[in-house]
C-alpha cells in the first residue's frame, strides 16, 4: 500500500486540476456563448462572394497622398457599417473589396467616389445639353461664353423678398444648351464650369471658380427636419469657418452651388430671410427638398464628414466573386483540413495509443478558442476577414499544434530510456520539452508577425491566423496539456493498461516500472 501523498503534493494535484477545469470551461464556454449569439467567422471575399475594385489615381500620386486616400477610404467602410472590408494600397493603385454583401456595387460607388467637393458661385442658370449631332452643337473643348445680362444670378435679378425667403424667377440662358456640360476630367477647382444638377433636376448650372473646398469642412451628418425632410448639418473647421463667412457675404443674397464630384447637389440663395448677412458661426445647413433622399443626404454627409480625397480616382478592374464559388473553396480548404487532420489523429493514436487522446482533447479545445476568437473578432476591424489563406494559416498551425505534443511526449521517451517511471518522467520531462516548444513557437510566431507588417492582403490574413494560433498553442501546451499529461501519467492503472496505456505509448519495455 502506498504512503498517503504529502500536502505539498496535493496542492500540485489541485492546482493541476484547477488549471485543467479552467482552461476547458473558457474554451467551451467562449464556444456556446457565440454560438449562442449566432456570431460566425466573416469570410472573407473568395470565401463570401462579393466585390472587389482597384482604383488609379487620375494624376502622379505621392506615396503620403495614397496612404491618405486610403485612410479615407476606409473610414468611408467603417461608417457605412460594412465589416470584413479591405482596403490597401497595390503598388501605384488603390484595392477595396466588400465580402458578403449583395449591393456590393453601390457600397463600392459611395466609398470611391472622389468626394471633389466645391463651393462655387452660381452665374446662371442653363438648359439640358441639346446633343453633340444637333446643328450648332460646341464641341467638348469650346470655351465657355459668358452669362447673358438677363439671366445671371446677380442680387439685383434674383430679387430676393426676405419676408417669405423667395427669389425672383430668372431664366436660363438657352445659348448655353449648345454647349456640353464639363466633364470630370476637366472639373478643375480654378476654373468655370458647366455642370449637371443631381438626377430630377432639370437644369444645368454655370459656375464660377470655387470659393471654398471640402478641407473646409470638419463634421457633417444626415438628419431630418422638423417638417420630416432630410438635411445635411455641417460644422466647419476654425480656417474654414472665417472663409465660409467671407464667401457668403461676398455672395449675399446670391446662390453657392455646393458641387461634389462634377454634380451640383445643392444650390441655395445665402441667407434668403435676412437682410444683412450675418455670421454663421461656423455651422450651416444643406438641403435639397423632395430629392433629397435618406440614402443620398447619409451617403453626402459621409463624403463631407471625411474630406475631399487628395486625388482623383478612376476605376482600373472591377472583379465579382459568387458566393456559390466562394462556398466551394471554403468546403474544399475545409475538407482538405479535416483530412489532414484525421490523420495526423490516428497517427498519434496509433503512435502514443492514450496520449493520443491528450492530442485529440487538446485540439478540440484549442478549436473552440479559435473559432470563439475568431467570430469576435469579425465583429470588429482589428483582424483580417477569414479568407482561404486563413484557412491555409490554420491547417498550418495544426502542423506546429501536433508538433508541440510529439516534442513533449518524445521527451517523456528519453525519460523512460533514462531508467524512469512515467509518474517521475511527466514532472521532468516537461520542464526541458517546454523551453523547445516556446523556442520553436517563437519562430513561428515572429515569421508570422514580420509577414503581417510587410505584407497586404492575402498573405496578411495568413500570418494573422497563423500568429493567432502559435500563440494560442504556447497557452494550451503549459495550462492543458502539462496539467492533462501528469495527471494521467499519475495514474498507475492509465499508465499500465496493456496495449493502450501510457507505458505502451512511450515504449516502454515490458514489466518495466510505470
Same mark, same amino acid.
Given at each position: ?38 456570431? @460566425? ?350 484557412? @491555409? ?7 506546429? @499544434? ?113
Amino acid at each position: 500500500m502506498s504512503p498517503p501523498p504529502s500536502r505539498s503534493a496535493q496542492r500540485q494535484q489541485r492546482s493541476l486540476i484547477i488549471s485543467l477545469a479552467v482552461v476547458v470551461a473558457v474554451a467551451f464556454g467562449a464556444l456556446a456563448a457565440t454560438i449562442g449569439a449566432g456570431w @460566425t467567422p466573416k469570410l472573407g471575399l473568395d470565401l463570401a462572394g462579393g466585390f472587389s475594385v482597384v482604383y488609379k489615381p487620375a494624376t502622379h500620386a505621392s506615396q503620403s497622398d495614397l496612404n491618405e486616400t486610403v485612410q479615407i477610404l476606409r473610414n468611408r467602410v467603417d461608417a457605412l457599417g460594412v465589416s470584413g472590408a479591405q482596403v490597401a494600397t497595390q503598388g501605384g493603385d488603390i484595392s477595396v473589396s466588400v465580402p458578403g454583401v449583395k449591393n456590393g456595387r453601390s457600397i463600392l460607388a459611395t466609398i470611391g467616389q472622389t468626394a471633389q467637393l466645391y463651393f462655387r458661385p452660381a452665374l446662371c442658370y442653363a438648359p439640358p445639353f441639346v446633343g453633340s449631332h444637333t446643328k450648332g452643337a460646341a464641341p467638348p473643348s469650346a470655351p465657355l461664353p459668358a452669362c447673358a445680362p438677363a439671366s445671371q444670378l446677380t442680387a439685383a435679378n434674383l430679387n430676393v423678398n426676405t419676408s417669405t425667403g423667395q427669389a425672383q424667377n430668372v431664366n436660363p440662358d438657352n445659348a448655353l444648351a449648345a454647349y456640353p456640360s464639363t466633364p470630370p476630367s476637366r472639373d478643375a477647382e480654378h476654373q468655370t464650369v458647366l455642370l449637371p444638377g443631381i438626377q430630377g433636376d432639370p437644369l444645368r448650372y454655370m459656375l464660377g471658380p470655387a470659393e471654398l473646398t471640402g478641407h473646409a469642412v470638419k463634421t457633417a451628418y444626415a438628419q431630418q427636419n422638423q417638417a420630416g425632410a432630410w438635411e445635411v448639418n455641417y460644422t466647419l473647421t476654425p480656417t474654414g469657418s472665417p472663409a465660409w463667412d467671407a464667401m457668403a457675404s461676398k455672395y449675399f443674397h446670391q446662390i453657392i452651388a455646393i458641387e461634389l464630384d462634377g454634380v451640383v447637389q445643392s444650390a441655395p440663395i445665402i441667407q434668403p430671410s435676412q437682410a444683412a448677412f450675418t455670421s454663421f458661426g461656423g455651422s450651416g445647413t444643406i438641403s435639397g427638398g423632395a430629392s433629397f433622399t435618406e440614402t443620398y443626404a447619409k451617403n453626402l454627409a459621409l463624403a463631407m464628414q471625411f474630406g475631399s480625397l487628395p486625388v482623383r480616382l478612376n476605376e482600373l478592374t472591377t472583379v465579382t466573386v459568387s458566393p456559390t464559388l466562394g462556398r466551394s473553396s471554403l468546403v474544399a480548404g475545409l475538407a482538405a483540413g479535416l483530412g489532414g487532420l484525421i490523420l495526423v489523429l490516428i497517427y498519434t493514436i496509433l503512435y502514443y495509443r492514450l496520449l493520443g487522446i491528450v492530442v485529440i482533447s487538446g485540439l478540440a479545445v484549442t478549436g473552440a478558442l479559435l473559432y470563439s476568437i475568431i467570430s469576435a473578432l469579425g465583429h470588429t476591424a482589428y483582424a483580417p476577414s477569414f479568407t482561404l489563406a486563413g484557412v @491555409t494559416g490554420l491547417i498550418v498551425s495544426i502542423g506546429i @499544434t501536433v508538433d508541440s505534443y510529439i516534442v513533449y511526449f518524445e521527451r517523456l521517451k528519453d525519460e523512460t530510456r533514462a531508467g524512469r517511471t512515467v509518474r517521475t518522467s511527466v514532472d521532468r520531462g516537461f520542464k526541458s520539452a517546454f523551453r523547445t516548444v516556446v523556442a520553436a513557437d517563437l519562430v513561428s510566431l515572429a515569421g508570422a508577425v514580420v509577414l503581417y507588417v510587410i505584407t497586404i492582403g492575402d498573405v496578411r490574413g495568413f500570418a494573422f491566423f497563423l500568429g493567432l494560433s502559435t500563440l494560442l498553442d504556447i497557452i494550451i501546451t503549459y495550462f492543458f496539456t502539462r496539467p492533462l499529461v501528469i495527471l494521467l501519467g499519475r495514474s498507475q492503472r492509465l499508465s499500465e493498461a496493456r496495449g493502450v496505456g501510457i507505458s505502451a505509448g512511450l515504449a516502454m519495455p515490458q514489466g518495466a516500472p510505470a
